[in-house]
């Protein structure tokens, strides 16, 4: 039984130990194989790792980024270091990853602690020069260039693009800057814009004064809040009239006192035949249009011929004096060189001085004009004095010439006398001033109302009682700084402002007015108060339909018509003309009914930017006697105290028994607004040019 047992346990234990032996076999080959999947999973990990590391190093390599690092762990990247800024932080990131999956980067960077870059300063300028326009400057880049460009190469404009950008916010004041900027490049033909955060610089150039003073108010009117302009509009050349030049002598001396010519290459020839005349190196000449046919060439002839001589030219007349001692042989001979050499338009007047009187030598005197320098001559007793009196003069007058000559024989108190009435002068506009050792005179034109009374109170402050004086200071109030005067230009801008908004409208085909004109005639009655004293021209013009000579003979005659109409009216129509201009001078296209309706118009132009000088007024000497200095002084003050606030007429002056008269009292005057060709025209009043029903033709 046993053995039985024996026998059927031997089979069993075989079959368990076969299966231990296939079970162990099976656990070698799978461990075998998942050893050498494992080897083959870690090499291709490791080639990707290296491949990653390879390409974000080349990345950061190519964009210069050399405080970045990086390092891998398993499949991802790790970028650390210091980055000196958030830019270059953004720039690693964005570098290494256009050659790595964005979820593969793990970002460690750090920025350096510091203030952020400045942003740069943003510019912009435009120049143009008629179809032509370039852009040049450094923009913020969220700026739309091209839109920029196509905003500006409307009409046919040329654009030349220049500009760069930088990666950074433009400042707030930058953008409604940007937008004036361009707006002022689309108006002009001519000039130059610079736009900077908050501030547009504007040189532009104007056809003429009525253009200039257009451009100046549309520019002015479209100026956006915040935005500070600067802007300088230059027109044509000013007219000058009477065109001048005079050249005079003292004690041998050359002095330019009046210079003009019409371009710069002229004005540089005659200042240096001047200078080669003796005249002073830092001598000047006025640039403006209105000389007379071949006035450079009478110039340089004058010049040439004068010698010692005193030249005087207005227009196209030319005085020469020549010196007293000139021999007859010579004048003559200058006589036949001028004649020879001056344009026939010019005419000769050739004279020789005379010999000067014979003075005392207890003289001085000084003149002061409209233009500097002023003039002082005479004599002191020594040159501590000279000195002292030249610093005075130079003090109360501006800059001066003249010589004072050393007579240590004249009086004590000469040298007090004459600082005395220099002192008076300070009172004068233009003026002249003679001391002598038996009185003080003191004659002239002020702006100050109180003139004579401040002149003779300088007098006894300086000298104190008890000497003569004369005094003749007449009150001109275009002088006066305390009277607000406009400008001619002021003046031509609101006469132009009234008829544009003008209800004057003319016969058809005709120059007679038509309708009420009274209410303008009111207006222009209050501008001319304080403008007749310029020279101004009252211009018609046409649109090109009809003849030329038509056109031309009907626009002065309409011209002609509201100038009488001023006359007639009682305007102070003195120093106005009247000219017509036919079509030959469009400011609109005629091919339409808006742009002869433009053409078709009257135009107040300014001729001189001067007022006409007035002539010299005749006043009554104010004489007496210097009071004391403490007296002078309280005589002053009760005067200028005495002048009622809302009075017209001075009290009668302390020094004297003539009467001043008071400056008129001003009112301000209103802000006017300088119409442009383009402003509507009121919709219920009739053309000012043209009457409704009126054809084409007849409204020529």
């Given at each position: 039984m046993d053995e039985l047992q024996k026998s059927s346990e031997a089979p069993e234990a075989a079959r368990t130990g076969g299966r231990m032996a296939r079970l162990t076999l099976t656990v070698l080959t799978l461990v075998v194989a998942g050893a050498g999947s494992w080897l083959a999973a870690t090499r291709i990990a490791d080639e990707i790792e290296a491949q990653s590391l390879a390409q974000a190093r080349a990345a950061l390599t190519g964009e210069e980024l050399p405080w970045a690092r990086i390092s891998t762990n398993g499949l991802n990247v790790q970028l650390s270091g210091t980055a000196p800024d958030e830019m270059a932080r953004f720039r690693a990131l964005s570098a290494v990853g256009s050659r790595i999956d964005d979820r593969r980067i793990e970002d460690r960077m750090e920025v350096a602690e510091r203030a952020l870059l400045d942003p740069p300063d943003f510019s912009l300028e435009l120049m143009r020069q008629g179809p032509t326009l370039s852009l040049i400057g450094l923009l913020p880049e969220r700026t739309d260039r091209k839109a920029m460009a196509e905003r500006l190469s409307k009409a046919g404009t040329e654009i030349t693009d220049l500009t760069g950008t930088a990666a950074f916010p433009p400042p707030e004041s930058w953008r409604p800057a940007l937008d004036f900027g361009l707006q002022a490049a689309e108006a002009l033909e001519q000039g130059t814009i610079s736009v900077t955060p908050g501030l547009v610089q504007i040189t532009a150039n104007a056809a003429s004064p009525e253009e200039k003073a257009q451009i100046e108010a549309a520019l002015s009117a479209a100026q956006p809040e915040g935005v500070k302009l600067a802007m300088t509009v230059s027109s044509p050349l000013p007219i000058i009239a009477p065109y001048r030049l005079r050249l005079v002598r003292t004690d041998g001396v050359a002095r330019l006192e009046n210079c003009a010519a019409e371009t710069a290459q002229s004005r540089e020839r005659i200042l240096a035949a001047a200078i080669a005349a003796g005249a002073d190196p830092a001598s000047d000449c006025m640039l403006g249009i209105g000389a007379p046919s071949g006035w450079e060439r009478?110039?340089?002839?004058?010049?040439?011929?004068?010698?010692?001589?005193?030249?005087?030219?207005?227009?196209?007349?030319?005085?020469?004096?020549?010196?007293?001692?000139?021999?007859?042989?010579?004048?003559?001979?200058?006589?036949?060189?001028?004649?020879?050499?001056?344009?026939?338009?010019?005419?000769?007047?050739?004279?020789?001085?005379?010999?000067?009187?014979?003075?005392?030598?207890?003289?001085?005197?000084?003149?002061?004009?409209?233009?500097?320098?002023?003039?002082?001559?005479?004599?002191?007793?020594?040159?501590?004095?000279?000195?002292?009196?030249?610093?005075?003069?130079?003090?109360?007058?501006?800059?001066?010439?003249?010589?004072?000559?050393?007579?240590?024989?004249?009086?004590?108190?000469?040298?007090?006398?004459?600082?005395?009435?220099?002192?008076?002068?300070?009172?004068?506009?233009?003026?002249?001033?003679?001391?002598?050792?038996?009185?003080?005179?003191?004659?002239?034109?002020?702006?100050?109302?109180?003139?004579?009374?401040?002149?003779?109170?300088?007098?006894?402050?300086?000298?104190?009682?008890?000497?003569?004086?004369?005094?003749?200071?007449?009150?001109?109030?275009?002088?006066?700084?305390?009277?607000?005067?406009?400008?001619?230009?002021?003046?031509?801008?609101?006469?132009?402002?009234?008829?544009?908004?003008?209800?004057?409208?003319?016969?058809?085909?005709?120059?007679?007015?038509?309708?009420?004109?009274?209410?303008?005639?009111?207006?222009?009655?209050?501008?001319?108060?304080?403008?007749?004293?310029?020279?101004?021209?009252?211009?018609?013009?046409?649109?090109?339909?009809?003849?030329?000579?038509?056109?031309?003979?009907?626009?002065?005659?309409?011209?002609?018509?509201?100038?009488?109409?001023?006359?007639?009216?009682?305007?102070?129509?003195?120093?106005?003309?009247?000219?017509?201009?036919?079509?030959?001078?469009?400011?609109?296209?005629?091919?339409?009914?808006?742009?002869?309706?433009?053409?078709?118009?009257?135009?107040?132009?300014?001729?001189?930017?001067?007022?006409?000088?007035?002539?010299?007024?005749?006043?009554?000497?104010?004489?007496?006697?210097?009071?004391?200095?403490?007296?002078?002084?309280?005589?002053?003050?009760?005067?200028?105290?005495?002048?009622?606030?809302?009075?017209?007429?001075?009290?009668?002056?302390?020094?004297?028994?003539?009467?001043?008269?008071?400056?008129?009292?001003?009112?301000?005057?209103?802000?006017?607004?300088?119409?442009?060709?383009?402003?509507p025209r009121p919709p219920d009043r009739p053309d000012a040019h043209q009457p409704a029903d009126a054809s084409a033709k007849e409204a020529q």
């Open positions: 009478a110039v340089l002839a004058a010049l040439d011929a004068a010698g010692q001589g005193r030249i005087d030219m207005i227009d196209e007349t030319l005085h020469l004096t020549l010196p007293v001692e000139m021999a007859d042989d010579t004048l003559t001979a200058v006589q036949a060189e001028l004649d020879s050499t001056l344009p026939a338009n010019f005419k000769l007047d050739l004279q020789r001085a005379e010999a000067a009187p014979e003075e005392g030598p207890a003289r001085f005197t000084a003149e002061i004009g409209t233009t500097p320098p002023a003039s002082i001559a005479g004599v002191l007793p020594n040159a501590t004095m000279r000195q002292t009196v030249q610093s005075l003069a130079r003090a109360q007058l501006g800059p001066v010439e003249g010589e004072l000559k050393l007579d240590p024989d004249i009086p004590d108190d000469w040298p007090l006398r004459v600082m005395a009435g220099l002192d008076a002068m300070g009172a004068l506009d233009r003026g002249r001033l003679l001391v002598t050792p038996q009185r003080i005179e003191v004659s002239g034109v002020s702006g100050d109302p109180f003139a004579t009374e401040k002149a003779v109170t300088a007098l006894a402050v300086r000298i104190g009682a008890g000497v003569d004086y004369a005094i003749a200071i007449a009150y001109d109030r275009r002088l006066d700084p305390e009277i607000e005067q406009p400008d001619g230009t002021t003046c031509v801008d609101r006469l132009n402002t009234v008829m544009l908004e003008s209800e004057i409208g003319f016969e058809p085909g005709g120059a007679r007015i038509a309708g009420d004109i009274a209410p303008v005639l009111d207006d222009m009655r209050q501008i001319m108060k304080n403008c007749a004293d310029f020279r101004i021209e009252i211009g018609g013009h046409t649109d090109a339909q009809g003849s030329e000579a038509t056109n031309m003979a009907l626009s002065l005659g309409r011209a002609e018509a509201v100038l009488d109409a001023l006359n007639t009216a009682g305007l102070p129509v003195q120093n106005m003309v009247a000219a017509g201009y036919g079509e030959t001078r469009p400011i609109a296209e005629n091919d339409t009914q808006e742009g002869r309706d433009a053409n078709r118009r009257i135009e107040m132009v300014l001729l001189s930017p001067d007022p006409v000088p007035l002539p010299e007024p005749e006043v009554q000497p104010v004489t007496g006697r210097t009071l004391s200095a403490e007296a002078a002084t309280e005589a002053l003050m009760a005067a200028v105290n005495a002048v009622p606030l809302q009075g017209d007429i001075l009290p009668e002056p302390l020094f004297g028994t003539e009467a001043l008269a008071a400056p008129p009292k001003i009112e301000p005057a209103a802000e006017v607004l300088v119409a442009t060709p383009d402003t």
